[in-house]
Nanobody
Framework: AQELVESGGGEVQPGGSLTLSCATS????????MGWFRQGPGNYREGVAA?????????RYADSVKGRFTLSRDNAKNIMYLQMNSLKSEDTGMYYC???????????????????WGQGTQVTVSS
C-alpha cells in the first residue's frame, strides 16, 4: 500500500526551528512528486514546498517560506524532510505530506495535483 506518515511537529517559540519528516512507502518507480502543505486556523490549505525530480526546477517554495524552509530527501530511506527555521506565529498549522502520481513535470504547490495525503503533524509557534 502507498503510505505517507508525518512526524516531527511540536510547539516552539518564534524564531525557533523544527524539522518535519515524511516517511513514504509504495511509491518506488511511480514517478511520484511530493509536497508539504499546511493549514492554519481559519486559512485554506496551502502548498509550502514541493519536489519533483522531473521538473526543470525540482524544488519549489511558497513565497512566505523562502529562505526559511528547506525541503530535502533521503532517497535511500524514502524520507522527505522539511527543515523550518526562523519560525513565525503565522507558520502555525497542521502540516501535511502529500504525493501525486499524475506524471506532472513541475514541482506543484496545488492541492488538486496531489492524491495521497498523510494524517498531518501539528506545528504551533507561540510565545
Amino acid at each position: 500500500a502507498q503510505e505517507l506518515v508525518e512526524s516531527g511537529g511540536g510547539e516552539v517559540q518564534p524564531g525557533g526551528s523544527l524539522t518535519l519528516s515524511c516517511a513514504t512507502s509504495g511509491f518506488s518507480g511511480s514517478g511520484a512528486y511530493m509536497g508539504w502543505f499546511r493549514q492554519g486556523p481559519g486559512n485554506y490549505r496551502e502548498g509550502v514546498a514541493a519536489w519533483n525530480a522531473r521538473g526543470s526546477s525540482p524544488i519549489r517554495y511558497a513565497d512566505s517560506v523562502k529562505g526559511r524552509f528547506t525541503l530535502s530527501r533521503d532517497n535511500a530511506k524514502n524520507i522527505m524532510y522539511l527543515q523550518m527555521n526562523s519560525l513565525k506565529s503565522e507558520d502555525t498549522g497542521m502540516y501535511y505530506c502529500a504525493a501525486g502520481t499524475l506524471g506532472l513535470k513541475i514541482a506543484t504547490l496545488a492541492n488538486a495535483d496531489y492524491r495521497y495525503w498523510g494524517q498531518g503533524t501539528q506545528v504551533t509557534v507561540s510565545s
